[in-house]
């Protein structure tokens, strides 16, 4: 093993032995390098006054050369916040902005030691790292049985995890808090579970209330105390649209410091938060009591980026941080708040009403963008074609009965011609 994967290791194991134990075998390897270009590079930029003949970029005049049929589209900006490589952990401006957004959206952090965040290319990116630090084949991978597909990929197929699922709602629609804890106590023998909190969940816009909260940071404590590590990672790629009473908060606050056998990762980002999807700007935050433990798993971190895509985007990265920093943001922001908003309560109307004739139920949806119809007398993934072909439609079928439907991309005074015309689609697969 390389000697700084050792020295990161030992920082770990020092700090908290149980953490330690979380790291998947490629956690335990992997390291950021001291001694290569990147670093090489760094000095050269500090104390190269004549020629900095290091990083492969070109320049010109003084600065990073460039295009101007590009740069004309990009005049408000400087070349230099755009060109040239972005550190490898994200630009320190953003990094502490968002750090300092995260303690004002949670104020549960607040005396609690986690790290800077570092910068990924969006949540899909972030979970990766998650997967590749701390996911051994057959480890025990705990979410529900509604969420994101993606999660299947990344921490089944790429990392062999044992996909673990358990049923979201508990029969009076509330978070099943009890079938989380069975399905970490169930892996006692392993000593060892990744937990995956989705709120706002993806697909059925669900998040918890505060005592749900509660209940989903007991199970956990619990799973702890019987001996067992969990890595916890929080994915709040919907953090804040949250439209009636819930947490609006992110258990990653409640989980920091709670047990040495719990190791809390925030995974984040502006991508949907802040409506700037292709931009893919997301954030991985770690939380541990010791600042070396923090340390060692952010160059831990550094070594996936350095190994996968060595560094995010530039440009992407310096939009975001101005649009943080202007003081016209929070307004904006609200402004679009509202917007989802009310699509959410027009969608909940129009399903309250009577109109509908008890063709479907839905899943209880309180935040995010999306919605889950419980279809009754028809299957899902044929009223998906049937949509589609016959009017135009497009909506997702998960599992059997259930259809996805993204109130988020429909105007408001849209959505009642939307919902009959599923209704209509229903009732023509009924009188086949």
């Known amino acids: 093993m390389n000697p700084l994967a050792e020295q990161l290791n030992e920082s770990i194991r020092s700090g908290n032995v ?9 956690g335990k390897e992997i390291y950021f390098p001291k001694e290569g270009i990147l670093s090489q590079s760094a000095e050269a930029s500090s104390l190269a006054k004549k020629f900095n003949a290091t990083i492969g970029i070109a320049t010109e005049n003084g600065g990073p050369m460039h295009l101007a049929v590009i740069q004309d589209t990009l005049s408000a900006y400087k070349p230099q916040d755009l060109y040239p490589y972005a550190p490898p952990a994200g630009k320190p401006e953003l990094r502490t902005v968002w750090r300092e957004k995260m303690l004002q959206d949670n104020p549960s952090l607040s005396g609690k030691s986690f790290g800077n965040p570092i910068v990924t290319n969006a949540l899909t990116h972030g979970l990766s790292m998650v997967a590749d630090l701390f996911v051994n084949e057959g480890d025990a991978v705990i979410y529900p049985d509604k969420n994101w597909e993606n999660y299947e990929l990344t921490f089944g197929i790429r990392r062999h995890g044992s996909i673990v699922n358990y049923p979201l709602f508990t029969d009076d629609m509330k978070f099943n808090s009890e079938g989380l804890r069975d399905a970490l106590l169930a892996q006692k023998d392993k000593g060892k579970a990744i937990v995956i909190l989705n709120f706002p969940n993806n697909p059925t816009g669900y998040t918890p209330g505060a005592k749900e909260g509660e209940q ?14 969990v890595t916890v990672v929080t994915d709040d790629a919907y953090f804040g649209l949250f439209f009636e009473t819930s947490l609006n908060e992110s258990l990653f606050g ?3 410091g709670l047990h040495p056998r719990i190791l809390p990762v925030k995974v984040d980002g502006a991508t949907k938060e802040d409506y700037v999807w292709g931009f893919r700007v ?5 939380a541990a009591e010791s600042k070396e433990t923090l340390a060692a798993l952010e160059q831990k971190a550094l070594g996936i980026i350095r190994a996968t895509i060595s560094s995010g985007a530039h440009p992407s990265q310096t939009f975001v941080l101005q649009a943080l920093k202007s003081p016209d943001f929070a307004a904006q922001k609200e402004e679009k708040f509202n917007i989802m908003k009310g699509r959410a309560n027009k969608v909940k109307s129009l399903l309250d009403s009577e109109k509908y004739g008890g063709v479907w139920e839905y899943y209880p949806f309180n935040s995010g963008y999306f919605m889950c119809l419980k279809l009754k007398n028809v299957h ?3 009223l998906r074609q049937h949509l589609l072909h016959e009017y135009g439609i497009g909506t997702i079928a998960l599992g059997d009965r259930d259809l996805r439907i993204a109130f988020s991309c429909i105007a408001e005074e849209h959505l009642e011609e939307l919902f009959d015309m599923i209704y209509k689609a229903v009732l023509d697969l009924q009188t086949k």
């Open 216 to 229: 989903i940071v007991a199970a956990i404590l619990e799973a702890a105390e019987a001996g067992i590590n």
């Open 380 to 382: 899902a993934e044929p």
């Open 254 to 256: 409640k989980l920091a």
């Open 282 to 286: 997301g954030f991985i935050t770690f």
């Open 18 to 26: 149980h953490l330690y134990e979380m790291l998947s075998t490629l």
